[in-house]
């Protein structure tokens, strides 16, 4: 049974009437809503803050705003250890929330006054007469920065984690549950989105940076309070110690028998969990890896760490199926953080008239959101049914086939986003030309929505229901992990790229200089379609082979 190892609030066993299901599961989508009507378009529109009002040049405001979404990705995994490990998920997030509400009332102090950061300057026509951000004043900013990417990470897996605890996988009503949890859990970050950008972006352009930050700090105070009072509807995964040292444990001791030969019953290993009672599930020994069943081989040796239960061997042999995925679904990923954040840019330079309203770039995001929420829904209510009746699957296609409709879909965006970038500086070149319309970056942003429609549910899907149960928050936390690796290797790939394209073009690289005309985006454009398209059959070799 998948209730076994959950716990009511009270640490009883839970009541599958009273506890979980669809009414538990609503206390974290507002919470997943709140959460991103603050950070979605603090992600999106960070460059320009950094830019415009902390005067970094392009290269240093594209890599900080990576970085920045990197850490957010990272960081769930030190809440996802946590909440596995220690604490029930539940208190992870009351825990962590905290931070990251402190990361954005620092935000809000500094941006609000005026002695904290750069005085203002004509950052597009005279960039060499300002001044970026330094001394005291990027200790600030850099420390406001990266208390939100702690908060936010541990919520984000442990809200994941602890929204899947409350569907019963062995039961077919709740299983298609906890596949429709999914894919609202991934509607609501959209949902989330789409406020934050029509808002929070507004509040940001005319209002100030200031009361924005101020304003996200509210969302997640609230959004706390909130998932808070869910707490007598939860069923709570109660922890099994560190994940970590029981496969660090299996590694050690199946180095230590390496010479041993595999009996040839099962009834010869250590198949029953241990006197701690850390195992919350029993898994059957499977066939690959057999190297590491040596490890549940009990053969006297009495020190720590040379015996480990069938279980135990079975938690890390998944960890080594999944590692092929988890790489590949990381090289697929690292053109998506800088498609996202140079698209913002790219606005900046171009007509955002509609009508007589000019539009922020950052709210071009709305496209995308847009079209996921309404995707997600059709495919929830409409698509998915009928998809299970054609392939037998509950959740309609496998996940791998999801997340590989995602990579085509990013190779495609970054050749749009390619060719409509060639055009906007020829554009820009041209004496007397108007400035091409920010409705051109429709198409890449149509297409960035399908990604996040397919891939991130997907690999979200995947990993949730790979991982063992006493390793669910990691395992949700290993797709917001990709997104960070992803997200450091796009900013390393900025810096080789301006440094190799500077050696070559007389001092000057692709993505330098104050603003875009003086850049190649275009061609740096077309090196990540190439560099998507590669990473994308490679999936499909890894995807193939698991």
């Not at 705003?65 to 957010?72: D, L, R, V, Y």
């Not at 936010?152 to 929204?163: F, H, K, N, Q, V």
């Not at 808070?228 to 299996?250: E, N, W």
Request: proline share 4%; aromatic share 12%; net charge neutral.
């Amino acid at each position: 049974m998948a209730l076994q190892g959950l716990v009511d609030w009270r640490g009883r066993p839970v009541n599958q009437k009273r506890h979980g299901g669809v009414k538990a599961s609503m206390f974290i989508h507002f919470l997943i809503v709140m959460a991103n009507i603050a950070n979605i378009p603090m992600i999106l529109n960070l460059v320009s803050y950094l830019h415009g009002t902390m005067h970094m040049g392009v290269k240093d405001a594209s890599t900080t705003s990576t970085n920045f979404f990197g850490a957010i990705c990272f960081f769930s995994f030190l809440g996802a250890f946590v909440s596995d490990s220690y604490i029930k998920r539940f208190y992870t997030i009351l825990i962590f929330a905290p931070i990251e509400i402190m990361g954005y009332v620092l935000l809000a102090f500094q941006a609000h006054l005026p002695s904290l950061h750069p005085p203002p300057c004509d950052m597009i026509n005279r960039p060499n007469e300002c001044a970026p951000v330094s001394g005291r004043n990027l200790s600030l900013l850099t420390l406001g920065l990266y208390l939100i990417p702690v908060g936010e990470g541990s919520l984000r897996s442990c809200a994941a984690a602890l929204g899947g605890d409350q569907f019963d996988g062995d039961d077919p009503a709740e299983l298609h549950g906890k596949i429709s949890f999914f894919n609202w859990f991934a509607f609501c970050i959209s949902l989330g989105g789409f406020v934050g950008l029509v808002f929070l972006v507004w509040v940001q352009d005319n209002e100030g940076w200031g009361l924005s930050f101020a304003l996200a700090a509210i969302m997640v105070l609230v959004g706390t309070v909130v998932v808070s009072g869910g707490l007598p509807f939860y069923r709570h995964q109660k922890p099994t110690g560190s994940p970590l040292a029981r496969i660090f444990q299996v590694f050690v001791a199946a180095f230590r028998k390496r010479k041993l030969s595999l009996p040839e019953n099962v009834t010869e290993m250590h198949v029953a969990t241990d006197s701690t009672g850390t195992s919350v599930e029993f898994m059957q020994r499977t066939s690959d890896f057999k190297f590491l069943d040596k490890a549940a081989v009990d053969d006297g040796d009495t020190r720590g760490q040379s015996l480990c239960t069938v279980t135990q061997v079975e938690e890390a042999k998944i960890i080594l199926r999944m590692l092929p995925i988890f790489l590949s679904s990381v090289l697929g990923n690292v053109s998506i953080p800088l498609l996202l954040s140079l698209t913002v840019q790219q606005g900046g330079t171009m007509d955002t008239r509609l009508g007589g309203t000019s539009i922020p770039p950052a709210s071009l995001f709305i496209v995308p959101i847009v079209f996921q929420m309404l995707i997600l829904v059709a495919y929830d209510r409409a698509a998915l049914p009928w998809l299970r009746r054609a392939t037998g699957y509950a959740g309609g296609v496998t996940h791998l086939q999801r997340v590989g409709v995602g990579f085509a879909s990013s190779v495609m965006a970054l050749a749009v986003a390619a060719v409509v970038e060639g055009c906007r500086r020829r554009s820009a070149a041209s004496a007397g030309a108007p400035p091409m319309s920010v409705f051109w970056l429709t198409p890449q942003f149509f297409l960035l929505g399908v990604m996040d429609v397919t891939s991130f549910v997907g690999l979200l899907e995947f990993f949730y229901s790979e991982a063992s149960a006493g390793m669910k928050s990691i395992g949700g936390a290993i797709v917001f992990c990709i997104l960070g690796v992803a997200s450091w290797l796009g900013s390393f790939l900025i810096q080789v790229v301006n440094h190799a394209t500077a050696r070559q073009g007389g001092g000057h690289g692709w993505l330098d200089g104050a603003n875009l005309n003086a850049s190649r985006l275009d061609l740096f454009y077309w090196l990540l379609a190439v560099f998507a398209l590669v990473s994308f059959f490679l999936y499909l070799l890894c995807a193939w082979r698991s």
